[in-house]
């Protein structure tokens, strides 16, 4: 390599950029021949049939998770929903719908493509009831947020994308530690978790991950990134994610004041425009013409009663 320098700077190039890439974007590239630039690469990558390759479900949503009732696809023609006993003798029995097809072949619970799995017709597990371990991964995903945690620390293992705190390794060091110890440490370890007082008192006396880091939306469910893949969560320390979540709070506060004023403004616009049409009506078509009335105007007959009504 040393002999070759221009296959050094290439070499070195791509290691530079694949450790700048997201833990979620290298597991996509694994396995696939790659040249640089690799965000190029990310681009080339296909979409799934529900998600865009950001992991945004297509069209948006504003839900965090998706009912069970809406995940799986449109039951197709010729197809019945029937109801499904696990039997794998270790846990109770569990019972599932899914769809089947006239013939008798069971469809994936996702997608309702067929299932051709060796126990597709007598299921032992839950994933038997798919197609294959991508659409059981993305059911799982969009139904339960704590599967989406658990996926998400597979991936990045705990470490904040901001502030690069290695928030597992801050759980490890503080849980065998004495109370009076354990504030200290994160004080060194942690001094944005240490200045908010709330956050620090509760990871001293419960030193778990789920107060040291929390699964963040990077497109915020109120802008139409809930019911996401894993391309749009990130980790973040407690610490991290309270400004986040704080900052997203004004801004959606901004969204919401703006709405009001605009209602307001076009009922406002509404109401004027109905009172100059109120205004703008000739009302002469409501008057009736009464032969020898003295409140009638305008025609000989009405002349002369208002002649006599004067005598």
């Known amino acids: 390599m040393k002999k070759i320098p221009a296959f050094c700077n290439v070499f070195k190039a791509f290691i530079k950029e694949w450790l700048a ?7 996509r590239l694994l396995g696939k021949p790659l040249q640089l630039p690799l965000s190029l690469e990310l681009c080339f990558l296909k979409e799934s049939v529900n998600h865009s390759t950001e992991g945004l479900l297509k069209g948006g949503s504003k839900r ?4 069970l009732n809406d995940v799986s696809n449109p039951l197709p023609e010729n197809a019945e929903w029937r109801q499904v006993v696990l039997r794998n003798g270790t846990t109770k029995e569990r019972q599932y719908t899914q769809g089947w097809s006239i013939d ?5 619970k996702l997608c309702q493509g067929l299932c051709n799995g060796k126990l597709a017709k007598s299921p032992e597990y839950f994933e038997d009831l798919f197609c294959g371990l991508a659409c059981f991964q993305e059911y799982r995903l969009r139904t339960s947020g704590r ?9 990045e293992r705990g470490k904040c994308a901001q502030c690069k705190l290695d928030c ?33 008192d509760k990871l001293v006396r419960e030193p778990t991950d789920g107060n040291a880091w929390h699964a963040d939306h990077i497109i915020p469910v109120y802008k139409g990134g809930g019911e996401c893949k894993l391309e749009n969560m990130r980790t973040l ?21 703006k709405a009001k004023e605009h209602l307001k403004n076009a009922l406002n616009q509404q109401n004027d425009k109905a009172s100059e049409a109120t205004e703008e009506i000739d009302d002469s078509f409501l008057l009736v013409t009464v032969p020898g009335s003295a409140y009638s105007i ?14």
């Open 147 to 155: 599967a989406l945690r658990q996926a998400l620390f597979q991936l």
């Open 21 to 27: 890439l997201r833990p979620i974007d290298q597991s």
């Open 64 to 67: 965090r998770a998706t009912p």
């Open 168 to 200: 597992c390794k801050l759980v490890k060091h503080i849980k065998p530690l004495p109370m009076e110890k354990r504030e200290e440490y994160i004080q060194k370890a942690a001094p944005n978790i240490a200045s908010r007082k709330k956050l620090l």
């Open 104 to 108: 008798g072949e069971p469809l994936c």
């Open 237 to 257: 320390c407690v610490a991290c994610h309270y400004e986040v979540t704080r900052a997203q709070h004004k801004e959606l506060k901004e969204i919401r004041k």
């Open 298 to 311: 305008g025609d000989g007959v009405t002349g002369n009663a208002h002649e006599r009504v004067a005598e």
